[in-house]
């Protein structure tokens, strides 16, 4: 009687488990699963002689007191590598003369974690170790134990031994990082070696207390009821055991097909919660694998794509000022060319002159720069050189590049400013903001369009775009009669965009998109907002009393306001139109994350929105609803973490009631 619920319990848990932490797909709350875990601890603590070693109790671990060296039953080699192309098509050449055109390959992302290899017998995890020198390793069972991704029961009855990656979340070693400065701990480097100093715990308690998983890559099948004939097949297979795998797994044709499937991956990576430093491409067949065999380190049948660097160092030329359309004053790194992760990069940012004095930025030195989700990579640090110390210190230029007017700090802001309304830098980033897809999305009139306009005396602000007649057009070279009639139609079509884009337009100091947003769903009319107080507008969720005063200050200035008056003059109507609201989505927040097939994320974000729904660009517990498309990133975790509802782009649309 106990006997059985017991078994029924750990049954019920390591399916939970399962569910959790190898398919992403929680099948009950963290609530509900720790009762179903206090009940069977208490059990077992009544009849231990009931413990078995793959009750879900025995992952929380315990002390060693020290790592055994164990060999390897099969060695795990090397991988060769390569960063270039032709050479894996040269490869790829070696192959296809043994066995003709069309092998078929795999290509696996190679994830930046620690090399294991785990042993099951009879269907249960026996034994486990590290890497090491690929011959012995070290054993490392109980801390591998804790790890919840790792099953401790297999689905069926079978001697397996599986090769995998070891890896820390992105996001849990940010975490973990927060905590190790709070309590005063050196900080770990990088995920992956958060993820090893986890691993090596002599403590396993210390193991199961970090958030480590793993992706399983290699299986040896050596007693199952399956004896798959690829490594495709076997993965597969693997997979039906209970084991995870990495979804982003692709078979291909041939070494085209890698060739794509690496150069999609070289930019998507950065969207993942887990580093990855390459692709491997194997041999699907098993076949031909075991007639490939080995050299003397590595399989001949597999190779390493490792992805350039996605950090390199540098010299600093020089140091730009850039004026931003609120006139913030920005520094923009001048580098010696170099390729960075695929693309070759000569600016990175600097963010601001606080970033330039703690990283002592001096111009003439070595400089780290790093590319990371942002598409401008930046500078990270400065390397140590003998030069360093005798570059002059930088100092921040006292006037304006484009003006000439002295810069100034503005309180309780980062940046420094140019103050002067009429600095033609910043007129002119105003009025390339004016017409960017952001803000009125004017497609028609670029930037070079602006330049020759603003050069002609015929748009110093963005007001005077709506007083140009098609004869203007005309003026500008190479602009013929049917381009300037559709610019023509494009601007005075713009009076018609909702105020919200007007309001973006603007270019109010740390007022975007989503505030312009905010503001126009709180006030029903342009009117209403320009007669609020700070403290009415502090009150709106999501503005702050910073950008309340910001608001504040710039209706009440008396160009703005006269400059509001000609727009309303020049046809503007400022009127606002409620959303069209469904039951569905009216008040609901939702958060987008990964690739939609049908729409782009925009253009979700534009249908929540015309349904009363908010959009919000970080999971918290006043999250409606997760969307989420391919290749979703750390906020899927998050959304999951916290129990809110996930949907997939099919459950979105039936909810938004679209096809
Ligand atoms: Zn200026």
Redesign the pocket.
């Known amino acids: 009687m106990v006997l059985e619920r017991i078994k029924f319990l750990r049954d019920e848990l390591n399916k939970y488990s399962y569910n959790y932490y190898v398919l992403d797909n929680p099948l009950i709350s963290d609530f509900e699963y720790d009762k179903l875990y206090k009940e069977l601890e208490e059990l077992e603590k009544q009849n231990p002689l009931f413990i078995t070693p793959d009750s879900p109790t025995q992952r929380v671990g315990g002390i060693s007191t020290g790592f055994q060296e164990v060999t390897h039953k099969y060695r795990l080699y090397s991988l060769d590598n390569t960063y270039n192309y032709e050479e894996l098509r040269r490869w790829y050449e070696r192959i296809t003369k043994e066995f003709g055109n069309n092998v078929e390959l795999v290509c696996e992302l190679k994830i930046d974690g620690l090399a294991i290899a785990l042993a099951y017998k009879n269907g249960s995890f026996v034994h486990g170790a590290t890497r090491g020198n690929g011959i012995v390793g070290e054993e490392i069972t109980q801390n591998l134990r804790t790890i919840k991704a790792i099953p401790l029961k297999l689905f069926e009855d079978a001697d397996v031994e599986v090769r995998g990656e070891i890896y820390m979340p992105k996001s849990s070693f940010e975490k973990l990082n927060e905590e190790n400065l709070k309590l005063g701990e050196k900080p770990f480097a990088n995920p992956r070696n958060a993820a090893a100093g986890s691993l090596r715990q002599l403590d396993s308690s210390i193991t199961a207390k970090r958030d480590l998983s793993m992706f399983t890559y290699t299986p040896i099948i050596e007693r199952a009821k399956k004896q798959p004939k690829t490594h495709w097949d076997g993965i597969q297979y693997v997979k039906e055991l209970g084991f995870k795998i990495n979804p982003n797994i692709r078979l291909v044709k041939d070494i085209e097909g890698a060739v794509d499937f690496c150069k999609e991956w070289e930019t998507k990576r950065f969207e993942l919660d887990y580093a990855t430093d390459g692709v491997v491409i194997k041999v699907n067949s098993l076949a031909y694998q075991n007639e490939l065999g080995y050299t003397s380190r590595a399989p001949k049948w597999a190779t390493a794509f490792k992805f350039p660097p996605e950090e390199i160092s540098t010299t600093l030329k020089d140091i730009e000022i850039g004026?931003g359309k609120t006139?913030a004053v920005t520094p923009v790194a001048v580098l010696e060319p170099v390729n960075l992760a695929g693309s070759i990069v000569s600016r990175a940012s600097l963010h601001n002159f606080d970033e330039i004095r703690r990283l002592d930025v001096r111009i003439g030195d070595r400089v780290l720069i790093k590319k990371a989700a942002e598409i401008i990579p930046k500078v990270i640090k400065v390397c140590d050189s003998a030069e360093h110390d005798n570059l002059p210190i930088y100092q921040v230029q006292g006037n304006?590049?484009?003006?000439?007017?002295p810069i100034s700090e503005v309180e309780g802001e980062v940046n420094l400013y140019?103050l002067?309304p009429n600095?033609?830098?910043?007129l002119r980033a105003k009025l390339e903001y004016w017409v960017s897809k952001e803000a009125m999305d004017i497609e028609s009139v670029g930037p070079s369009v602006i330049e020759k306009l603003y050069n002609l005396g015929l748009v110093a602000a963005p007001v005077d775009f709506y007083k140009l007649t098609i004869d203007d057009f005309l003026k500008l070279d190479l602009v013929k009669e049917k381009s300037a009639t559709n610019m023509y139609n494009a601007i005075q079509a713009s009076k018609q965009k909702p105020l919200s884009k007007f309001i973006t337009a603007l270019s109010i100091r740390n007022v975007g998109k989503e505030t312009a947003e905010l503001l126009v769903n709180e006030f029903p009319s342009l009117e209403d907002f320009k007669a609020a107080s700070i403290e009415r507008l502090a009150e709106i969720d999501g503005i702050g009393d910073k950008i309340a005063r910001n608001i504040y200050e710039f209706f009440h200035n008396e160009h703005n306001l006269q400059t509001l008056e000609e727009f309303k003059n020049l046809g503007f109507d400022f009127s606002y139109t409620p959303a069209q609201k469904t039951d569905e989505l009216a008040g609901k927040t939702f958060v987008l994350t990964g690739t939609l097939q049908s729409m782009t994320r925009d253009e979700a974000s534009d249908i929540i929105k015309s349904k009363g729904g908010k959009t919000s660009s970080s999971v918290s517990k006043k999250t409606s609803y997760v969307v989420a498309g391919e290749n979703p990133g750390s906020k899927l975790d998050k959304a999951q973490d916290l129990g809110v509802i996930i949907l997939n782009e099919e459950e979105f649309k039936n909810l938004a009631g679209i096809e």
């Not at 304006?400 to 007017?405: A, L, Q, T, W």
């Not at 600095?423 to 910043?426: H, K």
Request: charged share 5%.
């Open positions: 004026i006139g304006c590049p484009s003006c000439g007017e140019c002067n600095c033609p830098a910043v």
